[in-house]
């Protein structure tokens, strides 16, 4: 009797939980989206010129929190664009900008000359392609890996491509600089 009453019991709780999980995959699935397409939406981009025109944004209403503040940027069509910076520098939230994943808080983002807010978002994000960072490790020295870009370079170039990238101090602190060895990742 009493292992009946305890699966009795644990058939309740199932049903408790399941019933709280079902509530919240319904509110998931009813939300309504922030981002909709307008009247008349372009479903066409004439080409793959991007524009940040005095871009703010921030993910809540607080002023205080933006991460993005007046970005000015004007990447032409074929260009090839790198974003580097430390980890949570805004990159992603920038590049999300493009396809409209989020909308600007301030300023405007243009792609083929039109404000992305004019195109139906499907026809935007089909026309918009992105590359994300790919995690790679490393293996020899540091100045091996940097030789990748151009197996010619002088240190000197080496040298520029790192102060370039603000990571001339990182190199140097280690006790071999450019010869430090990697290892194996």
Known sequence: ILMSLMMLSFIFV?????KASIARINEVL???PDISNPDNAQNTVADGSITFEHVDFGYT????????RDINLTIRSGETVGLIGGTGSAKSTLVSLIPRLYDVTAGRV?????????????????AVAMVLQKNVLF????????????ESATQEQLEA???VAQADA?????????QTDLGQG
């Open 61 to 68: 209403a607080d002023k205080a929190r933006t991460v993005l």
């Open 139 to 150: 293996s020899g020295t540091i100045e091996e890996n940097l030789r990748w870009g151009n």
């Open 110 to 126: 243009t792609v083929g000359g039109r404000d992305v807010r004019t195109y139906d978002t499907t026809a935007l994000r089909d």
């Open 170 to 178: 990182f190199v140097k602190s280690f006790p071999n600089g450019y």
């Open 161 to 163: 491509a790192c102060s």
């Open 30 to 32: 009813e939300e309504k």
């Open 14 to 18: 199932s049903f408790v939980m399941s």
